[in-house]
Structure formats: structure tokens, C-alpha cells
Nanobody
């Protein structure tokens, strides 16, 4: 059994910064892709950023230049550094990890609210 736990969400003013973390625990030999998705009220879940085991990254156009995804394989963790936050970034943010020779696992989500 693999569990993912996100942390770092909260309330921030427009233009502010937050850093989300996601830690995986359980039976893990290695992890392939790691991602961050988000879901705003009344909207579908969307991909925010992804990072491969080779450290290739991909970002949604709406966050390019403002968000940075990174990973620490030794700790089975993925991070999302968010700068210049906007009200439209408000959402529940979810991490996911594709465990090699196993399934894709999801965290429970962490709320990010950007408001003055």
C-alpha cells in the first residue's frame, strides 16, 4: 500500500508565494512520473505540472514562468513552488505518483486560496 500526503497549502494574497510538498510512503522501489493537478469549484481537474524520472518537466500554459516542480527521489517527494499567485490559482491541489511496476497513487489534496 502506498500513501501520498500533501502539505503547504493555505491562504495567500495575490502576488504571494507558496510551496507545496507531497510525500509518498509504503512499498516503493522507484517512482516514474510525478504530477501536480488542481481542481477549482465547478471545474474539471487539470494538470498543473509534471516531472519525469529523468527530470523532464511540463507545465500548463497558465502557470509557466510562475510555478516550478521538483522532486527528491531519495525522499520520495515532489514539490511545487508557486510564485506570483493569482486568484484564479485558487483550487484544491493534488499530487500523484506513478510507482514503477505498480499503480498511480493520489494524495488527498491541499487547499490553496489566493485572496486579498
Amino acid at each position: 500500500q502506498v500513501q501520498l500526503v500533501e502539505s503547504g497549502g493555505g491562504l495567500v494574497q495575490p502576488g504571494g508565494s507558496l510551496r507545496l510538498s507531497c510525500a509518498a510512503s509504503g512499498k516503493i522501489l522507484s517512482i516514474d512520473d510525478m504530477t501536480w493537478h488542481r481542481q477549482a469549484p465547478g471545474k474539471q481537474r487539470e494538470l498543473v505540472a509534471s516531472i519525469t524520472s529523468s527530470y523532464w518537466t511540463n507545465y500548463a500554459n497558465s502557470v509557466k514562468g510562475r510555478f516550478t516542480i521538483s522532486r527528491d527521489n531519495a525522499k520520495n517527494m515532489v514539490y511545487l513552488q508557486m510564485y506570483s499567485l493569482k486568484p484564479e490559482d485558487t483550487a484544491v491541489y493534488y499530487c500523484s505518483m506513478k510507482v514503477r511496476w505498480s499503480d498511480t497513487y493520489w494524495g488527498q489534496g491541499t487547499q490553496v486560496t489566493v485572496s486579498s
